[in-house]
């Protein structure tokens, strides 16, 4: 039995390891060079609770479904997660009502906890929100999470049980014959297949038609993010929205689990086949700015660090295409729009086990289902930290010095599979502090050549195409 | 290594903790002259300056430690846990001296719209790049903003082959010393274009080009203006910040400096805590901060062994045309050396302290050098009588 899932994104990642808990040949196949590198690193990195999605869609069962899973994933897969809670804020009348209903939906969709309060309950928790707050939705089940770090986690978890991943390597077709899914074809090589998931994210459309299906019709949304410098941590405690508008939830304030705070996103339409068009623009950016400031007044004079935008694939139904398909073994997790993060793992679960029942599939009889992630030095207790440095002085080694991450910790990044600075920067945070990068890129890079073998010049950014250096002074 | 130097120079047992393998900072990659003018009375490189410094702390008898970082330091007591090859140390003292330098301010922050390629690098950066690593970083190169070191990188740049299309200043004027616009662009023929600056990065995975517009006198953009200009490296010279990550929370920083606020002896609003240095403020010249840190490790070592007391200070409050302010109050009493940027060149300026206390005339005045202005133990202890002691750089 072999089963290839077609992206290794959050979505991807999480079905590859769901899959691998069964006795089937696993095939990970991702375009990027590396996991988690489409939508799953751009965006605002949220598990929602449930309450923004309509009772009945696949979006409000899934997300609640998924929300509850969190904790548990987070443990055995060893990435961060912080269930620091949302308000939701109202600043007129109409507003206001707006959170009687997103209430009383979230009441439908099983999210607790919910609970509306006044003005003044919520500047006591959030001090910093604009004074004239009318009231505010508190839903203490929201959490925030590195959605790439899950996805990461969650592939070298499938990777431990037998999964395979091939990052860098596009899907050009998928043989069907009679009804069935045959094969995979790529752009290095054919791979029989008895299922193909399609978890392509903003490329899940093209996927599904090389299947001969004329869904999911996906439409890449916009979203530009600033992240502010962490000293603008101190104005934010938990996740904060405006009242969402019919459009989209809104420009968000979110604090990220590494101590920074993150504006965003903008919901901007794109063309239809513009699935790389993640620029920032100057109106975007004054609309995040604007945004954010409209609900937390100090955060505009908070210096940024870092400004970026992702895609969000919105579909025609905006509801999620997920399930078996008319052609028999090819199945969808696609249109995975917010809050396809926080669906993915109980989308992930429900997808393997259809699999599995359609297919009779046995469950491994050793499927090892703990993941330990890259020790994070700064995370550690003394004691820790020293007995590692015992075993690896490498690990006493300061490269990136806004974040505190070791030479020790890029190794074993590398150990893992980075393979550029940005691999090295999603898997260790080494860059993404206030600096970014200007103090340790240099190092990274001397760590990648060191590691990999290669020389200076072989070194990318991001993959083919965006090698840091050109050449050597002297030959 | 100048506070550490003259801290073991009074007899104070004196450690100082250095990330890096190798001592003297940013000064190893400086491998270009103007070091020493006025410390040494020579024109050294900065791995030439860096040597003589590491003589002199050789002969104080300061205990060093290399490839250690200070983890966390603070805030109750001088205590620091340092981390190193070797494990987790913590390492307790009477008193602190924060040198740890500045940092560079990335591309993020300048929050220019567009693509995020690699081939946009700042500037020290692309310094350790090519002088440190040996490494080129592009083949045609445009560097945004003029300070000192966007302008030693275009010179160093071109000298290496590259392409260097121009530098490009937000302001009217210049950011980097008038010298280093002279050595630097015009002895090499490289065009320096004011109140220019970046408005798009284009190319998805490397540098492919840049959109350039001109600014109006807010600095902002003039439509029609834009013009592409096909380049594989962006090189950021936009601004140094002084480095505070391990005490900002709990010390009183400057907004204007970025660095912690200072009294007359570099001594933070913690009494054992002093702070020298680009870490303070950033300063045009090394010989300067050489000068401050050995004044804050003198002041260290007193306050090591109870010969500082701590008394009441001045704080100095900045009229209109001031950036830079060091220090940000005063010890009365104590003659002190006030370091003044002014935010806007001025040909004839009058530097007013008081008011009325003292009063400098000064030719040629320019943002991109600082003005030295020496306060007697009598003038520091008449501004104290004042109800409120101001620093003014005016036109004269």
Redesign the interface.
Known sequence: MRVAVVGAGIVGSLIARELARYEADVLLVEREPDVGWGITKANSGIVHAGFHDPPGTALARFCALGNALFEQLALELDFAFHRCGAWVLAFTPDERRVLDGLLNQGMENGVPGLTICPPDDVLSEQPYVTPDVAAGLWAPTVGITEPWAVALAAAENARENGADWHVGEAVTGIAVRTGRVQAVVTDRGRYAADVVVNAAGLWADRIAAMAGLSEPRLAPRRGEYILLDASARAFVRSVLFPTPNPHSKGILVVPTVDGGVLLGPTAEDVSLDAKRATETTAHGMAVVRAGATRLVPALARMPAIHAFAGLRPESSGRDFVVGPTPVRGFYQAAAMRSPGITAAPALARWLAESISAEFSLQPKSRFISARKGIPRTADLSAHEWDALIERDPHYGQIACPCNGVTEGEIMEAIRRGATTVDGVKFRTRAGFGRCQGGSCADRVLAILTRELCVSPEEVTLRGPGSALVADRVRP | MAAATAAAHVGARTLLIE?EEALGGVLDQCIHPGFGLHRYREDLTGPEFAHRLVGELAASGAEVWT?S?A?ELGPSRPVA?V??????VRVRAQAVVWAAGA??R????L?I??????GVF?A??AQ???N????????RALVLGSGDIGLIMARRLYL?GIEVVGVLELRPFPGGLLRNVVQCLHDFGIQLRLSHTV?TLHG???LTGVTVVEVDEHGRPIVGSEEHIEV?TLILSVGLIPET?KI?PWVSLDPINGGADVDGWFRTRIPWLFSAGNAVAVFDLVDTVARVGERAGLAAARHARGDLPVGETVPLVREGNVGHLVPTSLVPGVATTLFVRARGPLPRARVEVGPGVVSRLHVGVRPAEMVEVDLSPEETTKLASLPEARVEVRPA
């Not at chain 2, 440190?132 to 083949?139: K, T």
Request: glycine letters at 18%; proline letters at 9%.
């Open positions: 990330r490839g970082t983890l846990r981390v190193g090859t070797a494990g987790l940092w560079e990335p591309v993020g922050a929050l719209p567009g693509t995020r390629p690699a700042t020290g950066l350790r790049f090519v440190i690593h040996g490494l080129i970083p592009g083949r290496e408005s998805r995975d490397r594989d990550r900002e």
